[in-house]
């Protein structure tokens, strides 16, 4: 399973944005790039995914590089219930399609 | 709003018993999955299934079996619980298709096993 890099914590103040970067050097071209994030006390939830182009929804927007080895979740304005750990993980369209997840990137929000 | 439901939410027992822990979902979905997780770390696959009568093993090698008779339904079975089994078991559901389909995730069950 192709591997990310994450920061192990960042820290950003409530309504503001946040950036949480994720490099995936070995990304293969059928690699779809999630992310999940998990609160305190709770199973992961989806956030965003994407493939080659930028992409939004109402949680977050992806920015991925041309070349696909390094991408960005961004969260537009931070809230005190965007606290958790953001997981990037890469995934693959064949098989049994699982989410292999790394240590993520606990997120703290300052009020 | 994700519609997957696992019983209980936290079970401590003691050692040597049998238990079951249940996870349904109401959409339909082939494939379902079940994880590992310790405290502060990260999560890991111990079994997967992509539709009635399938199983399979997941990447961290565990002593609990898993069964898979209706779409709706995956309970995960340890047939004598030790205290190296105590963690949290996350259960999960996702359609069949390509990479870009989206995990839904139970609340968990944390099991303590004295």
């Known amino acids: 399973d192709a591997k990310t890099t994450q920061p192990n914590s960042m820290e950003s103040n409530e309504e503001e944005p946040v950036h949480l970067p994720c490099n995936h050097s070995?990304?293969?071209?059928?690699?779809?790039i999630h992310w999940y994030r998990q609160l305190p006390s709770q199973g992961p939830e989806y956030v965003i995914h994407g493939l080659t182009s930028n992409v939004n929804n109402r949680m977050a927007s992806l920015a991925i590089a041309e070349d696909r080895k390094s991408s960005t979740l961004i969260l537009h304005r931070a809230t005190l219930r965007d606290a958790a750990v953001y997981y990037c993980i890469l995934r693959d369209v064949t098989g049994a399609q699982k989410l292999v997840f790394g240590q993520g990137t606990r997120l703290t929000i300052n009020p | 709003e994700a519609d997957i439901y696992q019983t209980p939410r936290y079970l401590v027992i003691g050692t040597g018993k049998k238990i079951t822990l249940e996870c349904s979902q109401t959409m339909g979905h082939d494939k379902m999955y079940w994880y590992q997780q310790d405290p502060g770390m990260e999560l890991h696959l111990i079994h997967y299934?992509?539709?009635?009568?399938?199983?399979e093993k997941g990447d961290l090698s565990s002593e609990s079996t898993v069964s898979r008779i209706r779409t709706e339904h995956f309970p995960l079975t340890l047939e004598s619980a030790r205290p190296s089994h105590t963690s949290q078991y996350l259960c999960?559901?996702?359609?069949f298709g390509g990479g870009y389909n989206e995990q839904f995730f139970g609340p968990g069950t944390r099991l303590t096993v004295l």
């Open positions: 299934s992509y539709g009635v009568n399938s199983t």
């Open positions: 070995t990304i293969s071209g059928t690699d779809y």
């Open positions: 999960a559901s996702s359609e």
